[in-house]
């Protein structure tokens, strides 16, 4: 879509694997197909990020000021709300209860809403501070937990027991960079361990001469690294990474 429309989210249309939802820098969230056509274009301004409730049939939107917006699978908005001070960098519907909404953004919070009570930016049900602006939140594959990525040193998770509260810090050096895709730590769907990339900070405590660009796999219970993976041949910054459904394949994005 030319200069200026970087795409910035992806989602397969529940409900028809041979579609998917995109957002852009350029100001819309579509519904398109494999063969280059838009079906649907909802209409919100810089969204940066998207999820979409196959149950619910909803989809919901982040934008570059704030904004969170929720939309019915037929472009209908329901809703168009101010619920951050500052961008919203990524949503998340929870995979077991699609009411259940986390946002993350640039203003150092993280906030979980319930959808079908939320009434003004106000309504949120937790307010997670962080120390640094945000990434990413997403919830576990069963909706029990939530990571969430900062834009420095600090993966977290919080559990469902005490959502205030986080479970697990963990270390890591992640550092944002303006020319580089922000780097998000996500769940395997089947087992407790997280994978993130790594961007090696000469000021991060335990960092090393010649430290390698890894996808660093962590325990989800305790924070303890598990593995570190490494290509020669693609040496750049890992931004995203991505599993199949199984968990036996991992895409990766590389971010420079």
Known sequence: IGAGGSITGLKFNPLNTNQFFTSSMEG???????????????????????DVSAQSRMVVTGDNVGHVVLLNMDGKELWNLRMHKKKVTHVALNPCCDWFLATA????????????????????????????P????????????????????????YSA????????????????????TPIKAAWHPRYNLIVVGRYPDPNFKSCTPYELRTIDVFDGSSGKMMHQLYDPESSGIISLNEFNPIGDTLASVMGE
């Open 28 to 50: 819309t969230t579509r519904l398109q197909d494999f063969k280059g056509n838009t079906l649907r274009v909802f209409t919100s301004y810089d969204t940066l990020n998207l």
């Open 105 to 132: 953004s640039v203003d150092q919070t993280v906030k979980i809403w319930d959808l079908r009570q939320v009434r003004g930016k106000s309504s949120f049900l937790y307010s997670l501070p962080h120390r640094h």
């Open 134 to 157: 945000v990434n990413a939140a997403c919830f576990s594959p069963d909706g029990a937990q939530l990571l969430t990525t900062d834009q420095k040193s600090e993966i977290r998770v």
């Open 161 to 180: 027991s005490q959502w205030d509260c986080p479970l697990t810090l963990i270390p890591h050096p992640h550092r944002h960079f303006q020319h580089l």
